[in-house]
């Protein structure tokens, strides 16, 4: 956590760290999650191979295959225990309906958005929400998710948009945007 201090994010290890100790679990049955968003939004992705979450991620894969089932676990508890830029995973991540009254026809009958960020991390002095994807190439909703995982991070710990990157990576590609680069942000219904 001590990396958190030295870039002045004092709000977003404040939060983290309340999380431990007082997290709003109920906020998190049956409501609406972020995994659920399946429509399309306008954002310059880029498209890396070789980055250091894909050679992270082969590492874990590896190294933690007896250790844990599935391959999210082996990936994030390798990513928090052998990366210096990692600092949390599992971040458990909510927006009420009247935060983000421009996406409030989204949530429907739903009070809240919930989810978890597989793993956050501090790179350039920015916040870097990542989702890991096994086939991360196929995915057609990653960016949306991520993209309100990034939004609702950031209205939990009071921290402006522009301070985070976003990204969701497998062993092999990795895509990574800026959530605060509306460029013509629009959202696509399914299958348009």
Known sequence: MENLSNNGLSELK??????LEDCPNSYFDGDLRGSQL???MNFNVENLTEHEV????KYGLIVNNSRFKN???KVQVFMLEHDNKTVAMEIPIWVKKDEVNSYGNLFGLNNFLTGHIDILRIE????WVWDYK???QRENYAT???YFYALMLAKRANIDL???MCGYFDSNFTYTFDPSAKNDLKIFKKGL
């Open 14 to 19: 404040g939060y983290l760290y309340n999380m």
């Open 38 to 40: 399946k429509f399309k």
């Open 54 to 57: 894909n050679i992270l991620t």
């Open 71 to 73: 391959n999210h676990s």
């Open 124 to 127: 350039d002095g920015k916040i």
């Open 134 to 136: 096994p086939n991360a």
């Open 144 to 146: 949306t998710q991520v």
């Open 162 to 164: 522009k301070h985070f």
